[in-house]
């Protein structure tokens, strides 16, 4: 689908990317521009990758109960060609989706809209994820939030997994993961490969 770049004043669109791991609050700093954005009467449309179940179908939740309905895709394809009427655009749990979904973003901010994605920095194994590289590279604004390292307080960046397995998605198990700093994160993992 190919999307004709607006141009004039006022209609520049651009990327912001909120990242993080677990714990990090990256819902509440979306919620928080979303709600922004609501009260400037902004055309938004919000979409998670099918994979993420975690609160049930369809919303982006805080933990205070606050949700926006959101539109659950299996393709980046999907974003583009239903987001491409919107003034604004968010991409929740982007590490889950495509690779194409960069390209997607891109079309978007030229076409005028302003879009908003979040996801997980690093994964388990503290690796870059999916496509969430690409996209903070291509951002115009990247905000890296933090957690607490739950074993030493420090700013916790990565998220340490508990539970045993390797499947890159164990999501919706919250409980199966800690937040903690490198050095914390990095003793566990040495320690997991000594037992
Ligand atoms: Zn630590």
Redo the contacts with the bound molecule.
Sequence with gaps: MFLEPRTGEGSRGWIEVICGPMFSGKTEELLRRLRRAKIAQMKLAIFKPKIDQRYGQGKIVSHDANYFPSLEVAHSAQVLKQGAFAQLVAVDEAQFFDEGIVDVVEKLSLAGVRVIVTGLDMDYLGKPFGPMPQLMAIANYVTKIHAI?V????P?THSYRLAQGDARVMIGQVEAYEA??R??FSEGMVSRAAN
């Design positions: 390292c074993r030493c307080g420090q916790g903690r700093c050095n914390c």
